[in-house]
């Protein structure tokens, strides 16, 4: 890492080296296992026809669903044939620039840790599931993979402009909160912090609250996000090809001299130069979201 770049501080373990990578997956009991089964169980009950197609298949193609946790290194093996990815265990979040090294060689760190039946519902911390079945399936989707790749390389130029920010909301409404156009009036999520909670999963393609709008890369990095609740606004690609074509095909070094160092746009605004798909009535954010109890509607 440059002397120059700043990397914020987090403590690293004593038992991981620089590369922040566990020595080896976490032995899972048989509770841990029924929780990932119960939880795969949930959501499958609601992605079916609300989830990308190529989510679906990915979870068919690397069979996750066959009963508990995966084994990293075996899902590693089958996504390598599909798409050069591996899938590496990590002890919590990691560096910023860690982890675009990791994506940038084509490794997915998941959390090597699951959620508790009180953490059921909701986790701050991403764990095994939301990382493995939320993001995973996605990267055998070789353009999707190929984004990723590149969204990795792309962090260390944003760290040099101190642009991190900006980056970071590229990230969260495309890999996090996607949603994908799949034809007429079939709007679907492609993102894993929407695919790995039901409530959302529903909210995001259905609901009549929040906006959204055509992806313009532009305007996304120049938008505010919400970590802790259901967003007000969702991104829609035409394609993963077209997400790609936007994204690495774009010159972040101008684009990246003239962002403002802090947010323009509201994470509920549109504005003039939207491609409006759906323009929200934000009820759900105007009655106070999760904190007051409020409908997702």
Request: charged fraction near 25%.
């Amino acid at each position: 890492m440059p002397a120059d770049v700043f990397t914020a501080p987090l403590k690293r373990p004593e038992h991981v080296g620089d590369d922040w990578l566990e020595p080896q997956q976490t032995h899972y009991t048989s509770e841990d296992d029924a929780i990932w089964n119960d939880l795969f169980a949930r959501q499958m009950d609601v992605l079916p026809g609300r989830a990308a197609s190529a989510f679906m298949a990915g979870l068919e193609k690397l069979d996750l669903g066959k009963g508990g946790v995966p084994d990293f290194k075996q899902m590693s093996e089958e996504l390598g044939k599909l798409t050069g990815w591996s899938v590496v265990p990590v002890p919590m979040l990691i560096p910023d620039h860690v982890f675009f090294w990791h994506l940038a060689n084509r490794r997915f760190p998941a959390g090597n840790f699951i959620r508790t039946r009180e953490t059921f519902d909701y986790i701050q911390e991403p764990d095994v599931f939301h990382d493995v079945f939320g993001h995973v399936p996605m990267l055998s989707d070789p353009t999707f993979a190929d984004y990723m790749q590149e969204y990795g390389k792309a962090g260390w130029k944003a760290m040099r402009y101190n642009r991190l920010k900006a980056l970071g909301s590229l990230y969260w409404y495309t890999v996090e909160f996607g949603l994908i156009e799949e034809g007429p009036d079939d709007i679907r999520a492609y993102g894993a912090g929407i695919l790995s909670g039901p409530t959302e999963a529903v909210f995001a393609v259905e609901a009549e609250s929040p906006n959204r709008i055509m992806l313009n890369v532009d305007r996304v990095m120049r938008t505010d996000y919400v970590i802790s609740d259901l967003q007000p606004t969702y991104f829609v690609i035409e394609s993963f090809e077209d997400l790609y074509r936007q994204t690495v095909e774009r010159d972040f070094d101008r684009l990246y001299r003239n962002l403002p160092p802090a947010f323009t746009y509201a994470n509920s605004a549109i504005i003039d130069v939207d491609n409006v798909v759906h323009r929200g009535t934000q009820e759900y954010l105007l009655r106070g979201g999760r904190g007051s109890g409020a409908a997702p509607v």
